[in-house]
C-alpha cells in the first residue's frame, strides 16, 4: 500500500514536471526578442503590437531590448563579419535608407518574407521597395517618413496668400510665391542646415530619381534630374526664399520662433513645430513642390523611417512573420493606438480609420493624418543601393560648394569621383 502512494506520488510529480516543462517550452517557442530604440516611439510600438497579437495568443510575449541605431548597425556588422550570427535577436529595426545596404553586404543574415503570408500590396509602395532586394521582401515597413510642406497661415496671410496657393504646385511657383512672401514680410519660406543634403535627396525621390543606376553604380553625371535639383537648391538661397543655418538647434528655432514661414520636410517634423504651443491654429500642412520639367515629377516624396526584419537567427521564423503581418502588417488598432505617440502608417488601410480622421487643432483643424497615409500611397520609390550614406555626403559637399559659387557640373562630376573611390572602381 505504502509503495503504491510512494509510486502514486512520484508519478504526479512527473506529471507536473512534464506539464511544467511543456509550458516553459511552449512559451519559449512563443517569445521573440526585438532590437529597436526611442521607447517613447519605436519600443511604444512593439508593446502595443505585443497587446494586439495576445489577443488571439495569450501566452506571446516579447522581449524588446533598447538599442540605439548605431548599436544596431554595429552589432549586425560584427556577426555578420565574424560568421556568429547567434548574437542577433529574432526581429530588428533598420533605418530605411540603410536596409538594402545591409541585406546586400550580408544577405546570410536576413530572412526573406516574400512568402510569409505578409501582404505587401497593403503599403505604401515607395515605403516598401526600400526593403526588396532582388525583387524579394526583406522589411515590413513601419513608420511613415512621407514629405509635409508645413506653413505659417498667419504669415501667408498678410502676403495676400492661403495653403492652397502652396497645393500642387512646382518649384518655380514656390520660388514666385516665397518672393511675395519675403517682400510682404521680410520673412523666408523655408530653412536648411547648411552642408546636409536632406532637401535634394528629397527633390530627387519626387521626381523617383536616384544617385545610382539599376545596377547600383553612380549616376550622377549626366543625371538631368540633379542638375536641376541643384540648381533649384541655389536659387532658393540665392532668392533670399530659403536660409540656411549650421545646425539641427537652429533649424528647429528658426520655425518655433517664426524665423521662417514654413518647412519642407518628413511628416516627423510636426511634432518638432508643436513645441511651439503658442502657434496652434496657426500651421497648415500640403504637399510639396514638384520639379519643373521633368518626366514623372509629382509632388510627393519621403524622407526618415525604418522598417522591421526578421534575422535568420531567428528559430521560429513562422511566429515572427505571423506576429507581424498581423500587427504592423494587419491591424488597424494597431495604428490608431499608436497615432498619439506620432506614429504615422504607412499601412494604407489604416488611413480610413476613424482615428486618422480625427482634426488637428493645431494644423487648423485638418485631418493630417488622414492626409499623410494619402500623401505616402503617392510618393515615387528610388534607389538606394550600398553607397547611399557615401553618395549623400558627397552631393552635400557639392551643393555647400555650389553655394560659394563652384560650377554646379564640376561639382556633379567631383561628388561622383569621390564615391566611385569609395566603392573600389
Known sequence: ?????????????????????????????????????????????????????QQDHPNFKLDVVETPWEDVQTLLTTAASSGDLSTLPDILLMQDNAFQKNVISYPEAFTDLTDSGIDFSQFAEAKTAYSVVDGKNYGVPFDNGTVVGAYRTDVLEQA???????????????LELGKKVLDATGTPLLSMQAGESDLIMMMLQS????LFDEEGNPAMVGNDVLVNVMGTYQELVKSGVMIEVNNWDEYIQTMN???VAGTINGCWIMASIQTAEDQSGNWALTNM????????????????????????????????????????????????????????????????SDAYAEPSEFFG??????????FAGQTPSNNTGVYYYEARDAVATAIANVIAGGDIESEIQTAEDTVKFAMGM
Open 1 to 53: 500500500m505504502k509503495l503504491r502512494k510512494v509510486l502514486s506520488g512520484i508519478l504526479a510529480a512527473t506529471m507536473v514536471l512534464g506539464m511544467t516543462c511543456m509550458s516553459t517550452s511552449a512559451e519559449e517557442e512563443e517569445t521573440l526578442t526585438v532590437w529597436c530604440w526611442d521607447p517613447a516611439f519605436n519600443m511604444n510600438a512593439m508593446y502595443e503590437a505585443e497587446k494586439v497579437y
Open 160 to 174: 495676400g496668400l492661403t495653403i492652397d496657393d502652396f497645393t500642387d504646385i512646382t518649384w518655380t511657383e514656390y
Open 207 to 210: 521626381a523617383g530619381a536616384s
Open 257 to 259: 520662433a517664426g524665423t
Open 289 to 352: 513642390p514638384s520639379l519643373d520639367g521633368i518626366d514623372g515629377a509629382t509632388n510627393y516624396s519621403n524622407n526618415g523611417g525604418s522598417s522591421w526584419a526578421v534575422t535568420s537567427n531567428c528559430q521560429n521564423v513562422e511566429l515572427a512573420a505571423d506576429f507581424l503581418g498581423a500587427t504592423f502588417g494587419g491591424s488597424v488598432e494597431l495604428y490608431e493606438n499608436i497615432l498619439p505617440s506620432g506614429a504615422l502608417a504607412t499601412y494604407l488601410p489604416a488611413g480610413e
Open 365 to 374: 483643424g485638418d485631418a493630417v493624418s488622414a492626409k499623410l497615409t494619402e
